[in-house]
């Protein structure tokens, strides 16, 4: 059968949201309604299932026996991505270490979400020590070896740590090629990251061959909605900002937040991401007030549910005072 087309894509998509229009909402751990609290959504899950109390969720994290239920959705598989995975990580991998057992699971997941959450020097500590448990156990080609090789990496770039995380993130691009294949999630999300590296020093041209195969493998294996596209397509578009392709990175990034918007939520953390992504656009090319807006939004998206710390909160609020301060230079005001 041929793959299906982003139009009958979207065809389908516009049927789904029509069915769903006349449902009312409720939340899907207890069924009701918003007179119990507020309806949230705390993942990626879609339709009638998006919707939750937020305390329903802590519950079901707190108390259930899967797994993963601390962390992520069961459904979606989204991450949640707050301080209670980091408490409920924390509390397993001291057990873990406590009982004997192999914490080396344990170690990536909470070294994952101490990085995506701003705590660099705690994660690399958690990351080397998984590494080195996979590399002896498992061998350097592993999937799981290759997979905090490239975990590592991504935070070394994110720490400004280059060079080091350049040669790791070659080292599990390739290891991934070999063993995976080049349309794996696994190595799609390896080719983003090092297309991310060489957008950072510079290589522009070797970072948009491998942002525009990340972005079509994504779309035609997981498609044009999944969490993973939204990413690539964002990453396309501030490449092509960085080169000065206004014109054909604007559509990208307003395509990425229109679509996080509707199955993700204005507060989720990539939303929040796609809104800054397009608000710098709008203020490399003097849209000042439309870039407020946006900055605003995400700025306090980004405290709510990040918190003031957070790197991308940090980052907002900069952004946030030099659109003053470019506005007020603009009117001829002292800053």
Same mark, same amino acid.
């Given at each position: 059968?041929?793959? /299906?087309?982003? +139009?009958?894509?979207?065809?389908?998509?516009?049927?789904?949201?029509?069915?769903?229009?006349?449902?009312?909402? /409720?939340? !899907?751990?207890?069924?009701?309604?918003?007179?119990?609290?507020?309806?949230?959504?705390?993942?990626?899950?879609?339709?009638?299932?998006?919707?939750?109390?937020?305390?329903?969720?802590?519950?079901?994290?707190?108390?259930?026996?899967?797994? =993963?239920?601390?962390?992520?959705?069961?459904?979606?598989?989204?991450?949640?991505? =707050?301080?209670?995975?980091?408490?409920?990580?924390?509390? !397993?991998?001291?057990?873990?270490?406590?009982?004997?057992?192999?914490?080396?699971?344990?170690?990536?997941?909470?070294?994952?979400?101490?990085?995506?959450?701003? $705590?660099?020097?705690?994660?690399?500590?958690?990351?080397?020590?998984?590494?080195?448990?996979? /590399?002896? +156990?498992?061998?350097?080609?592993?999937?799981?070896?290759?997979?905090?090789?490239?975990?590592?990496?991504?935070?070394?770039? =994110?720490?400004?740590?280059?060079?080091?995380?350049?040669?790791?993130?070659?080292?599990?691009?390739?290891? $991934? !090629?070999?063993?995976?294949?080049? !349309?794996?999630?696994?190595?799609?999300?390896?080719?983003?990251?090092?297309?991310?590296?060489?957008?950072?020093?510079?290589?522009?041209?070797?970072?948009?061959?491998?942002? /525009?195969?990340?972005?079509?493998?994504?779309?035609?294996?997981?498609?044009?909605?999944?969490?993973?596209?939204?990413?690539?397509?964002?990453?396309?578009?501030?490449?092509?900002?960085?080169?000065?392709?206004?014109?054909?990175?604007?559509?990208?990034?307003?395509?990425?937040?229109?679509?996080?918007?509707?199955?993700?939520?204005?507060?989720?953390?990539?939303?929040?991401?796609?809104?800054?992504?397009?608000?710098?656009?709008?203020?490399?090319?003097?849209?000042?007030?439309?870039?407020?807006?946006?900055?605003?939004? +995400?700025?306090?998206?980004?405290?709510?549910?990040?918190?003031?710390?957070?790197?991308?909160?940090?980052?907002?609020?900069?952004?946030?005072?030099?659109?003053?301060?470019?506005?007020?230079?603009?009117?001829?005001?002292?800053?």
């Amino acid at each position: 059968m041929a793959p /299906r087309t982003r +139009a009958q894509r979207k065809r389908d998509r516009e049927e789904e949201e029509e069915e769903e229009e006349g449902e009312a909402k /409720r939340c !899907r751990l207890c069924l009701e309604g918003e007179d119990d609290g507020p309806l949230v959504q705390p993942c990626a899950c879609r339709g009638t299932q998006k919707w939750a109390h937020s305390h329903c969720v802590e519950h079901w994290r707190r108390t259930s026996t899967k797994e =993963d239920a601390a962390y992520r959705c069961g459904q979606c598989m989204d991450e949640y991505r =707050d301080a209670l995975s980091i408490e409920l990580l924390s509390a !397993r991998l001291q057990a873990t270490r406590t009982d004997g057992e192999d914490p080396s699971f344990t170690l990536g997941k909470l070294a994952s979400e101490l990085h995506v959450q701003g $705590k660099y020097e705690e994660a690399e500590s958690l990351f080397r020590e998984a590494l080195g448990l996979e /590399r002896e +156990a498992l061998g350097h080609q592993h999937p799981i070896t290759l997979s905090s090789i490239n975990n590592l990496g991504a935070l070394l770039r =994110d720490k400004g740590e280059l060079a080091a995380a350049e040669s790791l993130l070659h080292e599990a691009l390739e290891g $991934k !090629r070999e063993t995976l294949g080049s !349309r794996h999630p696994s190595t799609l999300a390896s080719i983003n990251n090092l297309g991310l590296l060489l957008r950072d020093k510079g290589e522009l041209a070797a970072a948009e061959s491998l942002l /525009r195969e990340a972005l079509e493998v994504s779309d035609e294996t997981l498609g044009s909605r999944h969490p993973n596209t939204l990413v690539s397509i964002s990453n396309l578009g501030l490449l092509w900002k960085d080169k000065g392709e206004f014109t054909a990175a604007e559509p990208l990034l307003r395509e990425a937040l229109k679509v996080a918007r509707e199955t993700l939520g204005d507060r989720h953390p990539d939303t929040l991401t796609c809104i800054s992504n397009l608000s710098s656009l709008l203020f490399t090319r003097g849209d000042f007030a439309a870039a407020e807006t946006l900055v605003s939004e +995400a700025l306090a998206g980004q405290r709510e549910v990040l918190g003031n710390g957070h790197p991308s909160t940090l980052l907002s609020g900069s952004n946030l005072a030099l659109l003053e301060k470019a506005k007020c230079a603009r009117l001829g005001r002292r800053w």
